[in-house]
């Protein structure tokens, strides 16, 4: 899969593992950047190797 912020292949920064949604609900959810996204390897939230994006389910905007 592509990392939706920065077109780069999604690697979870926890253990290195190309991400492939384990089934189609995951799949859809990776559009939906309210619905936080764990690792399939490792069951970490997804963060991007790449740009450190976490797919976390918060908007980007949120503090805390």
Excluded: N
Excluded at 22 to 33: H, K, L, T
Aim: with cysteine.
């Amino acid at each position: 899969m592509i990392c939706a912020y920065c077109d780069r292949p999604l690697i979870c920064d926890a253990c290195g593992a190309e991400f492939r949604a384990v089934d189609p609900r995951q799949y859809e959810a990776m559009s939906r950047a309210e619905v936080a996204i764990d690792c399939p390897e490792c069951e970490a939230i997804l963060i991007c190797h790449w740009c450190k994006t976490p797919y976390d389910g918060r908007d980007e905007t949120e503090e805390g």
